[in-house]
Nanobody, 119 residues
Framework: QVQLVESGGGLVQPGGSLRLSCAAS????????IGWIRQAPGKEREGVSC????????YYADSVKGRFTISRDNAKNIVYLQMNSLKPEDTAVYYC????????????WGQGTQVTVSS
């Protein structure tokens, strides 16, 4: 059974950092691209970042470029999203999702983890 489980969200002050984890089970990360997508209240979903399975290429939304870093540990079947210099506008539910290619459709999603940036 394919599962993606996010963790690491929480409340952090502006300028702070969080590391989100996406633990995959029921499939091998080696063969799939993994994306992080967020949704803030009243806003549409936004693709934040994605990492390719083929060559490890990474992609970032302009809004997070230079502040967020995506990485993967295929041995542990986990994908991370390191978030630094957090801003209040980063507040959202963050989801990880599995796809055949970054920029394409995702077929499995996690349940999401809440990130709140506030003083």
């Amino acid at each position: 059974q394919v599962q993606l489980v996010e963790s690491g969200g929480g409340l952090v002050q502006p300028g702070g950092s969080l590391r989100l984890s996406c633990a995959a089970s029921g499939f091998t990360l080696d063969y799939y691209d993994i994306g992080w997508i967020r949704q803030a209240p009243g806003k549409e979903r936004e693709g934040v970042s994605c990492i390719s399975s083929s060559d490890g290429s990474t992609y970032y939304a302009d809004s997070v470029k230079g502040r967020f870093t995506i990485s993967r540990d295929n041995a542990k079947n986990i994908v991370y999203l390191q978030m630094n210099s957090l801003k209040p506008e980063d507040t959202a539910v963050y989801y990880c999702a599995r796809g055949s290619s970054c920029g394409g459709d995702y077929d499995y999603w996690g349940q999401g983890t809440q990130v709140t940036v506030s003083s």
